[in-house]
């Protein structure tokens, strides 16, 4: 079974604190994916990466960034927290090409607070 | 991307074969059409992924008419536990997997 872990399940941060989410898959997946889901606004997807330092944005980008060093951990970074990314973090991996990329498997999420 | 439009909510009773349809009349040739499972506090779950005709799993089956513009994910003897939001997504795989979007989804509640 592929496996997807998220570092954390619940987060609570300060406003203006920088903020890492790990994630980490267990499958050799060449495609990793970072959502936030909100109620009411569906999972909206952050950063898209394709391969180790490759990555591309999504739907909602802006206050986010992303590192790939190495092909099974994916990292999500707030540069500078605040209120409106409180949010569950959703991160995804998937195998590779064609319709392949959209058979996603999902971490457990992180359930960010931002006070 | 092709944009799908799915019911907000459904509400079915166990044992009954309950049908989702999702409209993309949008959809490019080479565009694949995906369903998840969300159950609360978790991540989507993948359940069946189709381009054409039937795709029929352990879980569910998926219909797709012949003009692709619709897709019907069946679920068949619905228990208590299929309660969840059901999420279709339609896209065209590796070059646009940055402009996944997977909507708000169908509401899907199972009653005794």
């Known amino acids: 079974d592929v496996k997807v872990t998220q570092s954390s399940r619940y987060l609570v941060k300060r406003t203006g604190e920088k903020v890492f989410l790990e994630c980490v898959q267990d499958?050799?997946?060449?495609?990793m994916f970072w959502y936030r889901q909100d109620p009411g606004l569906g999972l909206r997807l952050i950063y898209f990466?394709?391969?180790?330092?490759?990555?591309e944005k999504g739907d909602i980008p802006e206050g986010y960034s992303v590192s790939r060093e190495k092909k099974e951990r994916f990292s999500l970074i707030l540069e500078s927290a605040s209120t409106n990314q409180t949010s569950m973090y959703l991160c995804?991996?998937?195998?590779?090409?064609?319709?392949?990329?959209?058979?996603?498997?999902f971490g457990p999420g992180t359930r960010l607070t931002v006070t | 991307l092709a944009k799908t439009t799915q019911p907000i909510s459904m509400d079915s009773y166990e044992g009954q074969e309950v049908n989702i349809t999702c409209s993309h009349n949008?959809?490019?040739?080479?565009?694949?059409i995906t369903w998840y499972q969300q159950f609360p506090s978790q991540g989507p779950r993948f359940i069946i992924q189709?381009?054409?005709t039937k795709v029929t799993n352990e879980v569910a089956s998926l219909f797709i008419p012949a003009d692709r513009k619709s897709s019907t994910l069946s679920l068949p003897r619905v228990s208590l536990s299929d309660t969840a939001v059901y999420y279709c997504?339609?896209?065209?795989?590796?070059?646009?997997?940055?402009?996944?979007?997977f909507g708000s989804g169908t509401r899907l509640s199972i009653r005794p």
């Open positions: 995804a991996s998937s195998l590779g090409r064609t319709g392949s990329v959209y058979e996603q498997y």
């Open positions: 499958m050799d997946h060449e495609n």
């Open positions: 990466s394709y391969d180790v330092k490759m990555k």
């Open positions: 949008n959809i490019a040739t080479n565009d694949y």
């Open positions: 189709g381009y054409k």
């Open positions: 997504l339609v896209g065209p795989g590796y070059s646009s997997a940055s402009k996944i979007i």
